[in-house]
Protein backbone atom coordinates (compact mmCIF):
# COMPACT_ATOMS: atom_id res chain seq x y z
CA UNK A 1 0.00 0.00 0.00
CA UNK A 2 1.05 4.00 -0.89
CA UNK A 3 0.87 6.64 1.23
CA UNK A 4 1.39 10.14 0.58
CA UNK A 5 3.06 12.45 3.19
CA UNK A 6 2.71 15.72 2.70
CA UNK A 7 4.92 16.89 4.78
CA UNK A 8 7.84 15.16 3.07
CA UNK A 9 9.24 17.10 0.46
CA UNK A 10 12.84 14.69 -0.82
CA UNK A 11 10.20 11.73 -0.72
CA UNK A 12 6.14 12.08 -1.46
CA UNK A 13 5.36 8.51 -1.27
CA UNK A 14 6.27 5.84 1.64
CA UNK A 15 6.35 2.37 1.58
CA UNK A 16 3.85 1.03 4.41
CA UNK A 17 6.25 -1.86 5.34
CA UNK A 18 6.91 -2.41 1.84
CA UNK A 19 5.38 -1.91 -1.45
CA UNK A 20 3.26 -4.87 -2.10
CA UNK A 21 4.65 -5.23 -5.03
CA UNK A 22 4.11 -10.00 -5.93
CA UNK A 23 6.57 -10.73 -8.69
CA UNK A 24 6.34 -13.91 -9.92
CA UNK A 25 8.47 -14.73 -13.16
CA UNK A 26 6.21 -16.67 -15.25
CA UNK A 27 8.01 -19.76 -16.60
CA UNK A 28 5.68 -20.31 -19.71
CA UNK A 29 5.49 -22.28 -22.09
CA UNK A 30 8.46 -20.07 -24.28
CA UNK A 31 10.45 -20.89 -21.52
CA UNK A 32 10.25 -24.75 -21.62
CA UNK A 33 10.86 -24.20 -25.62
CA UNK A 34 13.87 -23.02 -24.66
CA UNK A 35 14.96 -25.79 -22.47
CA UNK A 36 14.43 -28.32 -25.62
CA UNK A 37 16.38 -26.42 -28.26
CA UNK A 38 19.88 -26.41 -28.80
CA UNK A 39 22.33 -23.83 -27.03
CA UNK A 40 22.95 -21.78 -30.36
CA UNK A 41 19.27 -21.89 -31.53
CA UNK A 42 18.37 -20.57 -27.64
CA UNK A 43 21.04 -17.76 -28.27
CA UNK A 44 18.94 -16.29 -31.00
CA UNK A 45 15.47 -16.04 -29.18
CA UNK A 46 14.75 -12.75 -27.38
CA UNK A 47 11.72 -12.62 -24.78
CA UNK A 48 9.52 -9.45 -23.42
CA UNK A 49 9.28 -8.77 -20.18
CA UNK A 50 5.74 -7.20 -19.33
CA UNK A 51 3.95 -6.78 -15.54
CA UNK A 52 0.24 -7.53 -14.86
CA UNK A 53 -0.98 -4.96 -12.76
CA UNK A 54 -3.71 -5.98 -10.21
CA UNK A 55 -6.07 -3.16 -7.65
CA UNK A 56 -6.90 -5.14 -4.61
CA UNK A 57 -6.63 -8.54 -6.14
CA UNK A 58 -8.55 -7.16 -9.63
CA UNK A 59 -7.09 -7.30 -12.83
CA UNK A 60 -6.73 -3.84 -14.30
CA UNK A 61 -4.36 -5.17 -17.19
CA UNK A 62 -0.96 -5.01 -18.19
CA UNK A 63 2.01 -2.66 -19.03
CA UNK A 64 5.69 -2.61 -19.95
CA UNK A 65 7.06 -1.37 -17.10
CA UNK A 66 6.50 -0.33 -13.50
CA UNK A 67 7.57 3.09 -13.41
CA UNK A 68 4.37 3.81 -15.79
CA UNK A 69 2.11 3.08 -13.05
CA UNK A 70 4.43 4.53 -10.18
CA UNK A 71 4.22 7.75 -12.18
CA UNK A 72 0.03 7.52 -12.51
CA UNK A 73 0.17 7.50 -8.79
CA UNK A 74 2.25 9.96 -8.45
CA UNK A 75 0.44 12.21 -10.41
CA UNK A 76 -2.46 11.66 -8.59
CA UNK A 77 -1.09 11.91 -5.09
CA UNK A 78 0.01 15.64 -6.92
CA UNK A 79 -3.30 16.13 -7.24
CA UNK A 80 -4.69 15.98 -3.65
CA UNK A 81 -1.83 17.63 -2.47
CA UNK A 82 -3.04 21.24 -4.24
CA UNK A 83 -6.51 20.73 -2.76
CA UNK A 84 -5.24 19.48 0.99
CA UNK A 85 -3.61 21.34 4.07
CA UNK A 86 -1.57 19.46 6.24
CA UNK A 87 -3.27 16.03 5.92
CA UNK A 88 -0.96 12.63 5.91
CA UNK A 89 -2.75 11.09 2.85
CA UNK A 90 -2.31 7.10 1.80
CA UNK A 91 -3.62 5.03 -0.90
CA UNK A 92 -6.08 3.16 0.14
CA UNK A 93 -5.92 0.10 -2.37
CA UNK A 94 -3.08 -1.99 -3.11
CA UNK A 95 -1.25 -2.11 -6.03
CA UNK A 96 0.66 -6.04 -7.55
CA UNK A 97 2.33 -6.73 -9.83
CA UNK A 98 3.02 -10.28 -11.80
CA UNK A 99 5.70 -10.46 -13.80
CA UNK A 100 6.17 -12.78 -17.13
CA UNK A 101 8.42 -13.07 -19.83
CA UNK A 102 6.85 -13.26 -23.21
CA UNK A 103 7.91 -13.91 -26.61
CA UNK A 104 5.40 -10.92 -27.78
CA UNK A 105 4.49 -8.20 -25.56
CA UNK A 106 0.81 -8.19 -24.41
CA UNK A 107 1.33 -5.01 -22.75
CA UNK A 108 -1.30 -1.88 -23.17
CA UNK A 109 0.13 1.10 -20.97
CA UNK A 110 -2.47 3.65 -22.44
CA UNK A 111 -5.26 1.69 -21.47
CA UNK A 112 -4.08 0.16 -18.22
CA UNK A 113 -3.39 3.44 -16.55
CA UNK A 114 -6.92 5.18 -17.83
CA UNK A 115 -8.74 1.98 -16.04
CA UNK A 116 -6.05 2.28 -12.62
CA UNK A 117 -6.36 5.75 -12.61
CA UNK A 118 -10.12 5.28 -12.32
CA UNK A 119 -10.18 3.11 -9.27
CA UNK A 120 -7.33 4.52 -7.12
CA UNK A 121 -8.29 6.90 -4.44
CA UNK A 122 -6.15 9.00 -1.66
CA UNK A 123 -7.12 8.61 1.97
CA UNK A 124 -6.87 10.54 4.81
CA UNK A 125 -5.92 10.13 8.72
CA UNK A 126 -9.27 11.62 9.90
CA UNK A 127 -10.67 11.75 13.75
CA UNK A 128 -14.92 11.24 13.80
CA UNK A 129 -17.22 12.71 15.86
CA UNK A 130 -19.04 9.65 17.12
CA UNK A 131 -22.67 9.78 18.17
CA UNK A 132 -24.57 7.13 19.82
CA UNK A 133 -22.15 4.67 18.21
CA UNK A 134 -22.26 6.32 14.59
CA UNK A 135 -19.82 8.19 12.59
CA UNK A 136 -21.21 11.23 11.70
CA UNK A 137 -19.13 14.01 11.09
CA UNK A 138 -15.17 13.65 9.97
CA UNK A 139 -12.27 16.19 11.34
CA UNK A 140 -8.68 16.74 10.45
CA UNK A 141 -7.95 15.66 14.21
CA UNK A 142 -9.45 15.02 17.50
CA UNK A 143 -8.49 18.74 18.59
CA UNK A 144 -10.60 20.57 15.46
CA UNK A 145 -13.02 17.61 16.59
CA UNK A 146 -13.54 18.71 19.90
CA UNK A 147 -13.68 22.24 18.79
CA UNK A 148 -16.42 21.32 17.25
CA UNK A 149 -18.63 20.41 20.29
CA UNK A 150 -17.52 23.44 22.02
CA UNK A 151 -18.71 25.43 19.36
CA UNK A 152 -22.48 24.31 19.85
CA UNK A 153 -22.08 24.52 23.59
CA UNK A 154 -21.07 28.17 22.64
CA UNK A 155 -24.15 28.98 20.88
CA UNK A 156 -25.81 28.80 24.25
CA UNK A 157 -23.17 29.90 26.95
CA UNK A 158 -20.44 32.26 26.66
CA UNK A 159 -16.41 30.78 27.29
CA UNK A 160 -16.29 32.46 30.67
CA UNK A 161 -19.54 30.39 31.91
CA UNK A 162 -17.45 27.32 30.50
CA UNK A 163 -14.44 27.94 32.32
CA UNK A 164 -16.44 28.65 35.30
CA UNK A 165 -18.33 25.31 35.44
CA UNK A 166 -15.00 24.11 34.63
CA UNK A 167 -13.11 25.50 37.44
CA UNK A 168 -15.83 24.28 40.34
CA UNK A 169 -15.59 20.66 38.53
CA UNK A 170 -11.76 20.34 39.11
CA UNK A 171 -12.53 22.02 42.98
CA UNK A 172 -15.98 21.44 43.96
CA UNK A 173 -17.64 23.34 46.95
CA UNK A 174 -19.83 21.90 49.10
CA UNK A 175 -21.96 24.80 49.02
CA UNK A 176 -23.00 27.80 46.05
CA UNK A 177 -23.02 31.13 47.05
CA UNK A 178 -26.60 32.89 47.04
CA UNK A 179 -27.17 34.26 43.65
CA UNK A 180 -26.48 38.14 43.03
CA UNK A 181 -29.59 40.04 41.58
CA UNK A 182 -29.98 39.34 38.37
CA UNK A 183 -27.47 36.40 38.40
CA UNK A 184 -27.19 33.49 36.27
CA UNK A 185 -25.25 30.53 37.04
CA UNK A 186 -24.57 27.31 34.91
CA UNK A 187 -24.48 24.66 36.47
CA UNK A 188 -24.28 21.81 33.20
CA UNK A 189 -23.39 22.30 30.18
CA UNK A 190 -23.51 18.43 28.31
CA UNK A 191 -24.73 17.01 24.50
CA UNK A 192 -28.05 15.28 24.35
CA UNK A 193 -26.81 11.69 23.17
CA UNK A 194 -23.66 10.03 23.89
CA UNK A 195 -20.64 11.57 22.17
CA UNK A 196 -17.01 9.74 21.99
CA UNK A 197 -14.04 10.15 19.34
CA UNK A 198 -12.43 7.69 16.51
CA UNK A 199 -9.61 7.57 14.01
CA UNK A 200 -10.83 6.60 10.49
CA UNK A 201 -9.59 6.51 7.17
CA UNK A 202 -11.69 8.61 4.83
CA UNK A 203 -11.17 10.28 1.27
CA UNK A 204 -10.22 14.19 2.05
CA UNK A 205 -13.70 14.97 0.17
CA UNK A 206 -15.37 13.91 3.24
CA UNK A 207 -13.43 15.98 5.83
CA UNK A 208 -15.18 19.09 6.92
CA UNK A 209 -13.83 22.28 8.87
CA UNK A 210 -15.11 23.01 12.25
CA UNK A 211 -17.54 25.39 11.17
CA UNK A 212 -19.38 23.05 8.31
CA UNK A 213 -19.30 19.89 11.09
CA UNK A 214 -20.91 22.71 13.75
CA UNK A 215 -23.42 23.32 11.32
CA UNK A 216 -24.42 19.59 9.98
CA UNK A 217 -24.61 18.45 13.48
CA UNK A 218 -26.86 21.30 14.83
CA UNK A 219 -29.27 21.27 11.68
CA UNK A 220 -28.68 17.35 11.18
CA UNK A 221 -28.21 18.50 7.15
CA UNK A 222 -26.32 20.91 4.88
CA UNK A 223 -28.57 21.25 2.67
CA UNK A 224 -32.28 22.26 2.18
CA UNK A 225 -34.77 20.42 0.20
CA UNK A 226 -37.12 23.06 -1.62
CA UNK A 227 -40.43 22.82 -3.51
CA UNK A 228 -42.25 24.88 -6.12
CA UNK A 229 -45.89 25.43 -5.34
CA UNK A 230 -48.56 24.22 -7.49
CA UNK A 231 -52.32 24.62 -8.35
CA UNK A 232 -54.22 24.14 -5.68
CA UNK A 233 -51.64 24.32 -3.01
CA UNK A 234 -52.03 25.71 0.27
CA UNK A 235 -49.88 25.58 3.08
CA UNK A 236 -51.38 22.58 5.16
CA UNK A 237 -50.93 20.40 2.38
CA UNK A 238 -47.39 21.24 1.53
CA UNK A 239 -46.61 20.72 4.85
CA UNK A 240 -49.06 17.41 5.39
CA UNK A 241 -47.29 15.92 2.50
CA UNK A 242 -43.84 16.54 3.67
CA UNK A 243 -45.10 15.16 6.56
CA UNK A 244 -44.86 18.31 8.56
CA UNK A 245 -46.83 19.95 10.87
CA UNK A 246 -47.88 23.23 9.98
CA UNK A 247 -45.83 24.76 13.03
CA UNK A 248 -42.97 22.77 11.88
CA UNK A 249 -43.66 24.15 8.27
CA UNK A 250 -43.80 27.71 9.56
CA UNK A 251 -40.34 27.46 11.54
CA UNK A 252 -38.73 26.14 8.43
CA UNK A 253 -39.81 29.71 6.45
CA UNK A 254 -40.29 32.60 8.50
CA UNK A 255 -41.63 34.68 5.85
CA UNK A 256 -44.96 32.96 5.58
CA UNK A 257 -47.72 32.78 8.29
CA UNK A 258 -51.01 30.78 8.75
CA UNK A 259 -52.90 33.60 6.28
CA UNK A 260 -50.50 33.29 3.94
CA UNK A 261 -50.86 32.44 -0.36
CA UNK A 262 -48.28 30.86 -1.71
CA UNK A 263 -48.07 31.41 -5.64
CA UNK A 264 -47.58 28.87 -7.97
CA UNK A 265 -44.00 28.32 -8.98
CA UNK A 266 -43.24 29.84 -5.18
CA UNK A 267 -40.16 28.06 -3.87
CA UNK A 268 -40.75 26.86 0.05
CA UNK A 269 -38.59 25.13 2.80
CA UNK A 270 -39.70 21.85 3.22
CA UNK A 271 -37.28 19.86 5.04
CA UNK A 272 -37.34 19.02 8.49
CA UNK A 273 -34.34 19.95 10.19
CA UNK A 274 -33.59 17.32 12.85
CA UNK A 275 -30.11 18.04 14.38
CA UNK A 276 -27.89 15.43 15.55
CA UNK A 277 -26.69 16.76 18.40
CA UNK A 278 -28.80 19.20 20.98
CA UNK A 279 -27.20 21.00 23.71
CA UNK A 280 -28.70 20.93 27.50
CA UNK A 281 -28.23 23.85 29.70
CA UNK A 282 -28.67 23.39 33.62
CA UNK A 283 -28.79 26.90 35.05
CA UNK A 284 -30.15 29.11 38.00
CA UNK A 285 -31.50 32.50 37.58
CA UNK A 286 -32.02 35.34 39.57
CA UNK A 287 -35.01 37.83 38.72
CA UNK A 288 -36.57 40.38 40.46
CA UNK A 289 -40.90 40.22 39.31
CA UNK A 290 -43.21 42.51 40.12
CA UNK A 291 -46.25 41.31 42.18
CA UNK A 292 -49.71 42.08 40.88
CA UNK A 293 -51.80 44.26 43.24
CA UNK A 294 -55.47 43.41 43.85
CA UNK A 295 -58.15 44.63 42.82
CA UNK A 296 -61.04 46.10 45.26
CA UNK A 297 -64.46 47.15 45.74
CA UNK A 298 -65.84 48.12 48.83
CA UNK A 299 -69.55 49.35 48.73
CA UNK A 300 -70.87 52.01 50.18
CA UNK A 301 -74.71 52.49 51.27
CA UNK A 302 -74.43 55.87 51.78
CA UNK A 303 -73.20 56.54 48.14
CA UNK A 304 -75.58 57.14 45.61
CA UNK A 305 -76.28 53.65 43.35
CA UNK A 306 -74.12 54.17 40.05
CA UNK A 307 -71.06 56.21 41.58
CA UNK A 308 -67.90 55.32 42.51
CA UNK A 309 -65.09 56.38 43.87
CA UNK A 310 -61.23 54.94 44.57
CA UNK A 311 -60.04 54.80 47.92
CA UNK A 312 -56.58 53.67 47.24
CA UNK A 313 -54.32 53.31 44.39
CA UNK A 314 -52.98 50.03 43.75
CA UNK A 315 -49.26 49.21 43.27
CA UNK A 316 -47.03 46.38 42.30
CA UNK A 317 -45.22 44.85 44.76
CA UNK A 318 -41.71 43.71 44.05
CA UNK A 319 -40.21 40.01 45.11
CA UNK A 320 -36.57 38.47 44.33
CA UNK A 321 -37.28 34.57 42.88
CA UNK A 322 -34.62 31.91 42.39
CA UNK A 323 -35.24 29.59 39.64
CA UNK A 324 -33.69 26.21 38.06
CA UNK A 325 -34.08 26.28 34.32
CA UNK A 326 -33.23 23.74 31.97
CA UNK A 327 -33.08 24.21 28.20
CA UNK A 328 -32.42 22.32 24.95
CA UNK A 329 -30.91 23.84 22.44
CA UNK A 330 -32.14 27.33 23.57
CA UNK A 331 -35.42 26.47 24.56
CA UNK A 332 -36.65 26.42 28.02
CA UNK A 333 -38.22 22.79 28.70
CA UNK A 334 -38.70 23.06 32.50
CA UNK A 335 -38.53 26.01 35.04
CA UNK A 336 -38.82 25.59 38.89
CA UNK A 337 -39.18 28.24 41.55
CA UNK A 338 -36.16 27.29 44.21
CA UNK A 339 -36.97 30.01 46.32
CA UNK A 340 -38.15 33.36 46.80
CA UNK A 341 -37.88 36.50 49.08
CA UNK A 342 -40.31 39.44 48.71
CA UNK A 343 -39.16 42.75 48.67
CA UNK A 344 -42.14 44.44 48.84
CA UNK A 345 -45.66 43.53 49.30
CA UNK A 346 -48.40 44.91 46.69
CA UNK A 347 -51.24 47.48 47.76
CA UNK A 348 -54.51 46.76 46.93
CA UNK A 349 -56.47 48.98 44.92
CA UNK A 350 -59.35 49.95 46.70
CA UNK A 351 -62.77 51.23 44.82
CA UNK A 352 -65.64 52.49 47.06
CA UNK A 353 -69.13 51.54 45.17
CA UNK A 354 -72.24 53.11 45.66
CA UNK A 355 -75.27 50.96 46.51
CA UNK A 356 -77.45 53.63 48.11
CA UNK A 357 -81.12 54.00 45.38
CA UNK A 358 -82.02 57.34 45.26
CA UNK A 359 -85.64 57.19 42.81
CA UNK A 360 -84.21 60.62 41.10
CA UNK A 361 -81.02 59.37 40.19
CA UNK A 362 -79.64 56.58 37.85
CA UNK A 363 -77.14 54.10 38.22
CA UNK A 364 -75.66 55.16 34.97
CA UNK A 365 -76.75 50.92 33.06
CA UNK A 366 -79.16 51.89 30.96
CA UNK A 367 -82.45 49.57 30.30
CA UNK A 368 -83.58 48.99 27.04
CA UNK A 369 -86.53 51.17 26.85
CA UNK A 370 -88.98 49.08 24.36
CA UNK A 371 -90.99 45.36 24.96
CA UNK A 372 -88.18 44.04 22.47
CA UNK A 373 -88.56 45.24 19.19
CA UNK A 374 -85.16 45.85 16.80
CA UNK A 375 -82.92 48.63 15.27
CA UNK A 376 -84.88 50.05 12.35
CA UNK A 377 -82.08 53.14 11.82
CA UNK A 378 -78.34 53.22 13.16
CA UNK A 379 -77.19 56.77 14.56
CA UNK A 380 -75.32 58.44 12.24
CA UNK A 381 -75.58 60.17 8.04
CA UNK A 382 -79.18 59.70 7.05
CA UNK A 383 -81.33 61.14 4.42
CA UNK A 384 -78.51 63.77 3.94
CA UNK A 385 -78.92 64.66 7.15
CA UNK A 386 -77.14 63.59 11.26
CA UNK A 387 -79.41 60.96 13.02
CA UNK A 388 -79.44 61.69 16.69
CA UNK A 389 -80.40 58.38 17.79
CA UNK A 390 -81.54 54.84 17.33
CA UNK A 391 -85.15 54.15 15.97
CA UNK A 392 -86.92 50.98 17.36
CA UNK A 393 -89.61 49.39 15.66
CA UNK A 394 -91.97 46.47 16.17
CA UNK A 395 -91.74 45.54 19.57
CA UNK A 396 -94.38 43.05 21.58
CA UNK A 397 -96.42 45.91 22.83
CA UNK A 398 -95.82 49.70 22.12
CA UNK A 399 -95.06 50.26 26.00
CA UNK A 400 -92.15 53.02 26.44
CA UNK A 401 -90.58 52.64 29.62
CA UNK A 402 -87.41 54.64 31.41
CA UNK A 403 -84.53 53.59 30.80
CA UNK A 404 -83.18 54.76 34.50
CA UNK A 405 -84.29 56.16 37.47
CA UNK A 406 -84.49 60.12 36.61
CA UNK A 407 -86.52 63.03 36.89
CA UNK A 408 -88.87 64.19 34.09
CA UNK A 409 -87.43 67.96 32.79
CA UNK A 410 -89.96 67.52 29.33
CA UNK A 411 -92.80 66.44 28.33
CA UNK A 412 -95.11 67.04 25.72
CA UNK A 413 -95.18 67.91 21.53
CA UNK A 414 -92.39 69.10 20.02
CA UNK A 415 -92.16 71.28 16.84
CA UNK A 416 -89.18 70.84 15.56
CA UNK A 417 -90.34 67.34 13.88
CA UNK A 418 -90.15 64.92 17.35
CA UNK A 419 -93.67 64.85 17.68
CA UNK A 420 -94.73 63.80 21.43
CA UNK A 421 -91.17 63.96 23.38
CA UNK A 422 -90.12 62.95 26.72
CA UNK A 423 -86.53 63.79 28.25
CA UNK A 424 -85.44 62.24 31.54
CA UNK A 425 -82.66 63.75 33.16
CA UNK A 426 -80.84 60.80 35.42
CA UNK A 427 -79.43 63.37 38.14
CA UNK A 428 -75.93 61.29 37.14
CA UNK A 429 -74.73 63.56 33.52
CA UNK A 430 -76.91 61.31 31.26
CA UNK A 431 -80.04 62.93 29.76
CA UNK A 432 -82.41 60.27 27.11
CA UNK A 433 -85.01 61.45 24.84
CA UNK A 434 -88.01 59.66 24.19
CA UNK A 435 -89.55 60.82 20.59
CA UNK A 436 -92.30 60.11 18.34
CA UNK A 437 -94.95 58.74 20.95
CA UNK A 438 -98.13 58.46 20.58
CA UNK A 439 -99.22 59.17 23.86
CA UNK A 440 -97.05 60.62 27.02
CA UNK A 441 -97.98 59.15 30.62
CA UNK A 442 -95.82 61.11 32.70
CA UNK A 443 -95.35 65.38 33.42
CA UNK A 444 -92.44 67.28 33.98
CA UNK A 445 -90.93 67.06 37.54
CA UNK A 446 -91.97 64.10 38.08
CA UNK A 447 -89.16 61.43 39.51
CA UNK A 448 -89.67 58.17 37.14
CA UNK A 449 -88.06 54.65 38.41
CA UNK A 450 -86.07 52.40 35.82
CA UNK A 451 -88.34 50.22 33.67
CA UNK A 452 -91.57 52.49 34.59
CA UNK A 453 -94.26 52.92 32.00
CA UNK A 454 -93.69 56.69 30.42
CA UNK A 455 -95.96 57.09 27.21
CA UNK A 456 -96.68 54.71 24.12
CA UNK A 457 -95.07 54.13 20.93
CA UNK A 458 -96.42 55.96 18.02
CA UNK A 459 -95.53 57.98 14.79
CA UNK A 460 -96.49 61.91 15.70
CA UNK A 461 -94.03 64.77 14.27
CA UNK A 462 -91.61 63.76 11.35
CA UNK A 463 -92.25 60.11 11.41
CA UNK A 464 -92.61 57.40 8.59
CA UNK A 465 -94.14 55.01 10.83
CA UNK A 466 -94.62 53.48 14.35
CA UNK A 467 -91.12 53.74 16.51
CA UNK A 468 -89.49 54.91 18.82
CA UNK A 469 -86.59 57.46 18.22
CA UNK A 470 -84.38 57.27 21.25
CA UNK A 471 -81.23 59.59 21.88
CA UNK A 472 -78.20 59.67 24.96
CA UNK A 473 -76.66 62.60 26.27
CA UNK A 474 -73.61 62.78 28.58
CA UNK A 475 -72.84 66.34 29.67
CA UNK A 476 -74.79 67.68 26.99
CA UNK A 477 -72.58 65.47 24.32
CA UNK A 478 -74.99 63.34 22.11
CA UNK A 479 -73.68 59.71 22.79
CA UNK A 480 -74.02 56.87 20.50
CA UNK A 481 -77.29 55.06 22.37
CA UNK A 482 -75.59 51.65 21.85
CA UNK A 483 -73.12 52.58 24.10
CA UNK A 484 -75.17 52.29 26.75
CA UNK A 485 -78.11 50.11 26.49
CA UNK A 486 -78.08 46.01 25.01
CA UNK A 487 -81.14 44.22 23.77
Do not use: C
Amino acid sequence: MLFFNKGSKSSKFVKKQSLKTAVMTAFTASALLISSVSASAAGSIKLTTVYHVYHNQQYIGTVSNKEVVEKIVEEKADQFQESTKDLNLEFGSDIEYIKEQVFHSTANDTKTIQDLESVIQLQAEASSIVIDGQAVAFLENQETAEDVINRLKLNYVTQAQLDELEARKSAPITELPALKENETRILDVRVSKNVSFDSEKVTPDKIMSAEEAATFLQKGTLEEKKYAAQPGDVLGTIANNHGLTLAEFLALNPGLTEGSVVNIGQEVNVTALKPYLEIIVEKEENRKEAIPFANQVVEDGNMPKGETKVQQEGKNGERSVNYRVSTQNGATISSVVTSETVLAEPVNHIVVKGTKVIPSRGSGNLAWPTVGGYISSQQGQRWGRAHKGIDIARPSNRTIKAADNGKVVSAGFDNGGYGNKIVIDHQNGLRTVYAHLASINVSVGQTVSQGSAIGVMGSTGNSTGVHLHFEVYKNGALQNPLNYVHQ
